[in-house]
């Protein structure tokens, strides 16, 4: 897969549910971050993760690090239905400075 | 909370023709980025810009792009020929440092070449 590929594609639950999605990535890392977007508007910054943390928190939103398997996941507990978005993992690597690489993104769709 | 700014919000320009899309990072900020997404796909890193020159650039970032800073808060993106496959929507982002700090997106500007 390429630096930062997230899965499922899409991902279609219930409000109330829990919703998990996964990035994998192939390059060293300095940080991982998560962005939300909404049908056609911005990327909203959701939570940065560094690569010697392994788990963060925010809210309802969880996300995780294992740098050995070069992957993450962000877990949204008790969805709702205004977090229908596409969530993008966006990897920073290591030695290529700023530079965000994007993963395509999880469609998610919370049905109330 | 402050946060990133970008106008117009869509553009509408002839191929061939010149567009400068802007942006206004947030304020205390010193790291100021550039990306594209074409419809469908993944949004694509073009430059970063710090202390008035360009840090880092991808292969998309040729010579008919270039970036500004014309102002104290002002950063700009001007394509100058601008081609069918330049229709994208364009994010400006801003960062206080570089490393282990997140990047802020504006809203984009839909640029649509006809």
């Known amino acids: 897969s390429q630096q930062g590929e997230e899965d499922p594609q899409a991902l279609s639950i219930q409000e109330g549910e829990n919703a998990t999605m996964n990035c994998s990535y192939k390059t060293s890392i300095n940080n991982l971050q998560w962005y939300r977007q909404n049908s056609g508007r911005g990327l909203v910054h959701l939570i940065l993760?560094?690569?010697?943390?392994r788990e963060k928190h925010s809210g309802r939103l969880r996300v995780t690090l294992d740098t050995s398997k070069k992957s993450s996941s962000l877990l949204i507990t008790a969805s709702q239905a205004a977090d229908t978005a596409s969530y993008f993992c966006?990897?920073?690597?290591f030695g290529a400075g700023n530079m965000l690489t994007f993963g395509g993104g999880t469609r998610l769709m919370v049905k109330p | 909370e402050p946060e990133v700014t970008q106008t117009p919000s869509h553009q509408v320009t002839q191929m061939g023709q010149e567009v400068i899309l802007r942006c206004v990072p947030i304020?205390?900020?010193?790291?100021f980025y550039w990306y594209r997404q074409i419809l469908g796909q993944k949004v694509e890193f073009l430059v970063s810009?710090?202390?008035?020159?360009?840090?880092?650039k991808s292969e998309i970032f040729d010579d008919q792009f270039s970036v500004e800073r014309p102002d104290g808060s002002n950063f700009t993106l001007k394509i100058r020929s601008t081609k069918l496959e330049d229709s994208a929507m364009y994010f400006c982002a801003s960062s206080e440092a570089r490393g282990f700090h997140e990047q802020y997106f504006g809203p984009g500007t839909r640029l649509t070449v006809t």
């Open positions: 966006a990897t920073e690597k």
């Open positions: 810009f710090y202390n008035n020159e360009i840090s880092e």
């Open positions: 304020s205390n900020h010193l790291y």
């Open positions: 993760i560094r690569s010697n943390e």
